[in-house]
């Protein structure tokens, strides 16, 4: 029966911590709600809406109130038990008389976790591990960074049943339908940055905005080993007003940044590998400076390289109702590929939605579950 409850009301939690997606970077979306045990009445909810305001836990309880003494909270990651932006959770919620906590996850920062520990140390009632593998993919963002140094990647394609990304004289718009493309910049404004390559930038001269959807614009990236771009594709004519950031190798030409950096661009050297940028050289060097997820979009090369080098965690595969053929229409994936099916990605956790006339395929890579599985 406890089992039972704890589980429905860290489902509140869930619920109420999605509120905070794509809005509380560099810190974890968190949900927290506060439970009378006795009626199961709902105090207060809460949720964490951006990086330096309230925690959830915080929220919940002051909506809660004299109300929330002796009450349990429920809350999908582990209570906070440091000085940061905020003070620390775990005074909170000894102020407010809680008696019992329920977390879906242990907070893995060596700064912030402990929580628990410092609340059963103070007669309070602690319980971890409910729901836990839903509270870890609601701040899978933040978790890939803290234990791997890196962000949570998504490839986001959108295709030909056959899957080509545009007919061989390069018409692509529109393979999807409007659902599907506003799903899309759904997922931009979710994550911190967005990724393409230097043809894709060449061919579409994207914009790589959340203009079908409210939302911040993420940081726009592209990949260009030689900085071979010319600097008036409409990215980088944008550049002071959405952060733009332009990756070249260790080898490219110094002079050949002055027209991008005039226009506010940013350049990042990384590490080469085999004469391209090095991906996961790339993936740390972003971590460093905030970024905790980037959605990769293209095109058919770069997806390919992020699949050879095993840095994938997510998929969002977009299918439009149409079989276009051709050997030289662009596939959706490039790359050296695998070897044999053993070797290919192989995702679970699959969900699939039609989107009117189109279709979505959504999973996770084999590393992306095991991240969702380790425990806390």
């Known amino acids: 029966m406890q089992r039972r409850e704890d589980e429905f009301y860290m489902r509140l939690a869930l619920r109420e911590g999605r509120r905070g997606l794509g809005r509380t970077s560099p810190n974890p979306p968190v949900g927290a709600v506060v439970v009378d ?44 038990n440091h000085h940061g932006r905020t003070p620390p959770c775990t005074e909170a919620i000894l102020a407010a008389g809680i008696r019992r906590v329920v977390a879906g996850t242990r907070d893995p920062n060596p700064r912030a976790r402990g929580g628990l520990e410092y609340l059963a140390e103070r007669g309070l009632e602690v319980r971890s591990g409910v729901l836990e593998k839903e509270c870890r993919y609601l701040a899978r963002f933040f978790l890939r960074r803290v234990q791997d140094g890196r962000p949570w990647v998504i490839l986001k394609v959108a295709a030909s049943l056959d899957g080509r990304l545009a007919t061989r004289t390069g018409d692509s718009r529109w393979i999807t339908g409007e659902r599907a ?31 079908l959807v409210k939302g911040r614009n993420p940081v726009r990236i592209v990949l260009d080993t030689r900085l071979r771009l010319s600097p ?10 959405i952060p733009t950031w332009l990756v070249c190798g260790e080898k490219a030409p110094r002079e050949r940044e002055i027209p991008f950096r ?33 959605l990769v979009e293209g095109g058919g090369e770069v997806q390919g390289a992020f699949l050879d080098q095993g840095l994938v965690d997510e998929v969002f595969f977009f299918f439009g109702p149409v079989i276009i053929g051709g050997r030289r229409a662009p596939q959706a994936f490039a790359g050296r590929g695998a070897a044999s099916l053993k070797e290919a990605l192989w995702l679970s956790e699959i969900k699939v939605r039609r989107l009117s006339e189109s279709l979505l395929v959504q999973g996770l890579s084999p590393q992306g579950v095991r991240l969702l599985e380790r425990s806390s």
């Open 37 to 80: 045990p006795q009626s199961g009445e709902v105090l207060g909810r809460g949720y964490h809406r951006a990086a330096g305001r309230p925690h959830a836990e915080v929220e919940a309880l002051r909506r809660a109130g004299e109300r929330a003494r002796g009450a349990t909270l429920y809350v999908t990651l582990e209570p906070c």
């Open 262 to 294: 005039e226009l506010g661009v940013e350049i990042l050297r990384v590490k080469e590998r085999e004469d391209r940028v090095n991906l996961e050289d790339l993936l740390f060097r972003l971590a460093e400076r905030g970024i905790l997820s980037l």
């Open 181 to 211: 493309r506003r799903l899309g910049h759904g997922l931009r404004a979710l994550c911190d940055a967005i990724l393409v390559g230097r043809r894709t930038v060449e061919e579409d001269d994207p914009q790589l905005t959340c203009r």
């Open 232 to 241: 008036d594709r409409r990215l980088f004519r944008t550049a002071r007003k």
